[in-house]
């Protein structure tokens, strides 16, 4: 793991791309996929705690990942995994206070099909 990224930097990396994390992004919400459905971080992708072990490979040749959790603790710890997986390339990083501490918009998948009224999302 190469630490934690702050909300305000993560806004940054989507402000410049338009709201989406740039082509050599990976973000990573490792909560459960109900909990990820009702909000994410726009153009995050869902990989549950309790998978990650067995679905890391799908991250093969990320230039850069941050992992998101609500508290910020438990993605702390998926970016420790990540980390160590060989077919990561560049840094991993965890957002920092999570969720709870996250200032951006949040996608639902209401929202990602058009019908969604952009309500923050219960964590």
């Known amino acids: 793991m190469d630490g934690e990224i702050s909300g305000e930097e993560l806004q940054e ?5 338009g709201e989406q994390p740039p082509e050599d992004l990976r973000i990573v919400d490792i909560r ?8 994410h971080i726009p ?10 072990t067995d679905r890391v490979e799908e991250l093969d040749g990320a230039e850069r990942v941050v992992t998101v959790c609500p508290m910020g603790k438990s993605s702390v710890q998926a ?3 990540v980390g160590s997986y060989e077919g ?3 840094p991993v990083e965890s957002l920092h206070g999570g969720l709870n501490d996250w200032d951006g918009a949040l996608e639902s998948a209401d929202a990602e099909g058009g019908s969604g009224d952009g309500s923050p999302a219960p964590f």
Not at 32 to 39: K, L, V
Not at 43 to 52: D, F, H, T, V, W
């Open 79 to 81: 970016a420790r995994l």
């Open 13 to 17: 990396l989507l402000d410049e791309n």
């Open 32 to 39: 459960n996929p109900g909990s990820f459905e009702r909000g």
């Open 43 to 52: 153009g995050s992708e869902n990989i549950p705690a309790n998978q990650l």
């Open 88 to 90: 990561v390339d560049g």
